[in-house]
Every structure is written in C-alpha cells, then in structure tokens.
C-alpha cells in the first residue's frame, strides 16, 4: 500500500556538498510523481485505495 511507501514525517537528505540544499531521497520523488500522475488523471480509486483523498469545493 502507498501508505507503508510514505512514512509520517517524509525526511530529507543533506547532501555533503551543498548542506544549504536538502533534498527528498530518489524514491520519494519516484512517489510523489505517481501520485501527481494519478490525480492529473483524476484517477481518485488509486488514491482512495492507498489514502485519503480531498476535493477542493466552491465556497
């Protein structure tokens, strides 16, 4: 499940040679595409089946 893929607080690699820069391990930006991906196709029972899914609504 997407759920086991993504921990609670996402953490971030420092890189030796440019500390001032963090930046997301390669498999989290992997998953955070797919999930980009999945929503621009409004594919939202992929979501739904690995978690929450919100829908912005007019006030």
Same mark, same amino acid.
């Given at each position: @499940?997407?759920?086991d893929? #993504? !921990?609670? #607080? @996402?953490?971030?690699? &420092?890189p030796?040679?440019? !500390?001032?820069e !963090?930046? +997301?391990?390669?498999? /989290?930006?992997?998953?955070l595409?797919? #999930?980009?991906?999945?929503a &621009?196709?409004?594919?939202? /029972?992929?979501? =739904?089946?690995?978690?929450?899914? +919100?829908? =912005? #609504? =007019? =006030?």
């Amino acid at each position: @499940m997407l759920r086991d893929r #993504i !921990p609670e #607080i @996402m953490e971030l690699v &420092i890189p030796e040679d440019d !500390p001032t820069e !963090p930046c +997301y391990e390669s498999e /989290t930006v992997q998953l955070l595409r797919e #999930i980009e991906e999945r929503a &621009i196709q409004g594919d939202v /029972t992929w979501l =739904a089946q690995h978690g929450k899914v +919100y829908e =912005a #609504i =007019a =006030a």
